[in-house]
């Protein structure tokens, strides 16, 4: 017979503790976890770095472009030269000028954006100087705290702008961009500005400076010189003369400190730019006079006026050679920069000469011409001074003479001095019926200034001589 017993009941866990089975998933597990979150929170924060880093970069875009755009807008010449006169200290990438002071020639506003080492890294600065380039800046701003070492200078379109403004300033007519690329270090990335100068169609756009009068280079009658068919004279007729009596006194005022004027040079792409100005001691307003009657008068007159080619014509005693024996004649205009009073002391003034083409590009090979456009007898000089740098020389009358008897030289403190250099001077201690006259070139300059000290009158001309 069969007895049956109750089953031991065992006593429940109490829960403390883990199985080896249990640690050893447990061991496994974790790790992984942890390592996981610990990636994600390294994922993070780089993130966060170089989310910081794009937005601090695209902050720099911001801040460049607000300064950069307007300061191209408003430049009248630009240049990428790192050795060329500056605002501050430090490697030039781009330099801007506008606002021209019309009195000296030279511009007052210079802002540069300069490129600097900054700790471990480098900063772009813009620099600006209110009073003409200096070393020490008014103001100084960084506008890019990241950029390139040996950062490459904007780019300019034309060519033929890029290439001039590589080695020196040049005008801002006819650039038609100036583009900024940066890719910035700390988080590669990149933008790239682009401006314009509101210059670029036409220097009458530049701010504070009159529209340029528009003009002619004109060339003499064939076979009359010897570069007769690529010297060209410029018609100075209005400069302070035609125009004079109908401009405002604004104007007036304008004109008579400095007056923008533009030559096309006929039957060619090339046009002559320039600004000027003339003073004279003393200047008492008498009428202007030019031979040939050609006259004119004016509420205030200029200190010099512009006359036809010959101006002055007086056998046997004296008289002006060019336009006379059939030299360089038929001259059209009025290309003689002429004294209005006899016994005067005149200085012409010639500021930011540029030979453009069609396109706005800047001309190479060619030269400034000028010279003695009167006679130059006892008691006068003609003194023409041009770049620093640069050097005229002698563009001779013909293959036989040079000068004939222009600046007769008896006596001491007379002559032609200074061909080769900068400075040249015409002065004579006698008078004389002229057989020849001073004319001297210089390659593509950007200023000219000629004293004309007459104990009579005393006149110059300038022009272009093309390759």
């Known amino acids: 017979m069969l007895r049956c017993g109750r089953a031991t009941v065992l006593p429940a866990r109490d829960g403390d503790g883990f199985t080896l089975i249990e640690m050893i998933i447990v061991s496994a597990i974790v790790p992984m976890i942890v390592g996981g979150l610990a990636l994600a929170l390294v994922a993070l924060l780089s993130l966060q770095h170089s989310v910081a880093s794009r937005v601090s970069d695209a902050a720099d875009a911001q801040t460049v472009s607000a300064y950069y755009e307007q300061d191209v807008e408003s430049a009248s010449d630009l240049t990428t030269s790192a050795t060329v006169t500056q605002c501050g200290t430090g490697t030039q990438l781009l330099g801007l000028e506008w606002n021209l002071n019309q009195q000296t020639g030279q511009y007052q506003s210079v802002v540069s954006y300069i490129e600097t080492a900054d700790g471990t890294g480098f900063s772009l600065v813009r620099r600006y100087c209110a009073a003409g380039a200096s070393t020490t800046p008014t103001t100084s701003v960084t506008v890019s705290d990241d950029i390139p070492s040996g950062q490459p200078p904007p780019s300019i379109t034309p060519t033929g702008k890029a290439t001039a403004a590589s080695v020196g300033w040049v005008s801002a007519v006819g650039v ?145 050679f060019l336009g006379n024996n059939g030299f360089y004649t038929g001259i059209s205009g009025n290309p003689a920069l002429y004294q209005n009073e006899e016994g005067s002391t005149s200085y012409v003034y010639i500021t930011n000469i540029e030979l453009t083409d069609s396109n706005g590009n800047a001309a190479t090979g060619w030269e400034l011409v000028t010279g003695d456009a009167e006679s130059t007898d006892a008691g006068e000089s003609l003194t023409w001074t041009t770049d620093s740098g640069k050097a005229f020389s002698l563009l001779p009358d013909s293959s036989s003479s040079e000068i004939g008897n222009a600046c007769a030289d008896p006596g001491p403190g007379a002559g032609l001095t200074g061909v080769g250099t900068n400075s040249v001077e015409c002065a004579a201690s006698v008078n004389s019926d002229k057989t020849g006259t001073v004319m001297l070139e210089v390659p593509s300059p950007k200023t000219l200034t000629a004293e004309m000290v007459g104990a009579g009158l005393e006149a110059i001309f300038v022009g272009v001589l093309l390759p």
């Open 176 to 320: 038609t961009s100036v583009t900024l690329g940066v890719t910035e270090p700390g988080s590669a990335y990149n933008y790239t500005l682009v401006a314009v100068p509101r210059a670029s169609s036409s220097s009458g756009q530049l701010s504070g400076v009159a529209a340029p009068t528009t003009t002619s280079c004109g060339f003499t009658t064939p076979g009359t010189g010897t570069y007769s068919s690529t010297l060209c004279f410029v018609d100075f007729t209005k400069f302070l003369f035609s125009e004079y009596n109908n401009a405002t006194a604004g104007q007036q005022a304008q004109y008579g400190t400095c007056q923008n004027m533009t030559a096309a040079v006929a039957n060619t792409p090339y046009t002559l730019s320039f600004c000027l100005r003339t003073t004279t001691t003393p200047a008492t307003g008498s009428v202007i006079v030019c031979p040939g009657g050609n006259a004119a008068t004016a509420p205030t007159v200029p200190a010099v006026a512009a006359c036809p080619i010959p101006t002055y014509f007086d056998p046997p005693t004296s008289e002006a």
